[in-house]
């Protein structure tokens, strides 16, 4: 993975460019949605796909697991596909 002078953007091997960002990860348990705001991850400028470090996946996986009480809760909704 090659850093770009200056920047928070890399080229990975498969010639991928990978921007540095905070994002939302979201996860559904059991009809239990979960999101966690301002992981760090690795977000490829064409796809949107997103990277994680394994520490990043650690750290995530105890949030989830602890299930501690929510900085804030919000009403989502939701809609189905087929209607």
Do not use: C, H, W
Not at 1 to 28: C, F, H, P, R, W
Not at 48 to 66: C, D, H, N, S, Y
């Amino acid at each position: 993975m090659t850093l770009l002078k200056g920047e928070t953007t890399m080229i990975n091997d498969n010639n991928e460019k990978l921007v540095e960002q905070a994002v939302t990860y979201s996860l559904e348990i059991n009809g239990k949605l979960f999101l966690i705001e301002n992981v760090p991850a690795r977000v490829n400028v064409e796809t949107g796909e997103q990277f994680f470090a394994p520490e990043t996946v650690e750290r995530l996986q105890q949030i989830i697991l602890k299930q501690d009480t929510p900085v804030r809760t919000i009403a989502t909704p939701v809609y189905n596909f087929i209607a």
